[in-house]
């Protein structure tokens, strides 16, 4: 009787594993849009990056820029959590360049299409920002004017941990890590000493 008992014990056990794996499973397998932001650039010209800037100025799209500069790259933010996290993004991927400007910033909306889990075909405006990474002389009248300017808050954690939060994949490997500790749970209860 008390081998009977114990087997139906393992075997209830058994079988909240199973649904627990199989809800995590269904649950991994949904693939809602991501709105984390995506940066792509290309890169037009390197340069030498002894010592990086302490700011990153914005120019948007007809804003004067009378200085000499060169330019790094171009630089795009997709699918933006919001307008401030997008500017540090493209201040953030103008830094890794060795500028210290992006210029003719502009916002860009196009139509995208996609498969719901209804197999029905939905479209949904995407924003991006698109923008020209440069590097401003430093004996310019602007630099000279603004070199007192400090601002390196588009490099904060705050920002970055956000992101990671907002990753599917690191929400995927919480929840593998998570079957993975409960499956541990099951067998040591299921063998124990």
């Known amino acids: 009787m008390e081998k009977s008992n114990r087997y139906t ?33 290309t890169v037009l010209s390197q340069t030498n990056c002894e010592n990086r800037t302490e700011n990153v100025f914005l120019f948007f799209d007809g804003e004067q820029t009378d200085f000499e500069y060169q330019k790094l790259g171009l630089i795009e933010v997709k699918q933006i959590h919001s307008q401030e996290m ?4 493209m201040k953030e991927q103008a830094y890794k360049m060795c500028g210290n400007a992006v210029i003719n910033i502009k916002k860009n909306t196009t139509s995208e299409i996609y498969t719901d889990k209804n197999n029905k ?19 310019s009248g602007f630099m000279l004017k603004n070199q007192d300017k400090i601002d390196t808050n588009f490099l904060t954690l705050n920002r970055k941990n956000d992101e990671k939060l907002n990753n599917p994949a690191s929400r995927a490997l919480g929840i593998f890590l998570g079957l993975i500790l409960g499956l541990c749970k099951v067998i040591l209860e299921l063998y124990p000493e």
Not at 86 to 89: P, R
Not at 121 to 127: E, G, K, L
């Open 9 to 41: 014990q393992n075997y209830s056990r058994l079988s909240y594993l199973f649904l627990f794996i199989f809800l995590s499973y269904i649950f991994c397998s949904c693939n809602p849009l991501s709105y984390s932001s995506h940066v792509d650039y």
């Open 86 to 89: 997008t500017f540090d993004l």
């Open 121 to 139: 075909i939905q479209t949904y405006n995407r924003i991006s920002y698109t923008g020209i990474a440069v590097a401003i002389d430093g004996n």
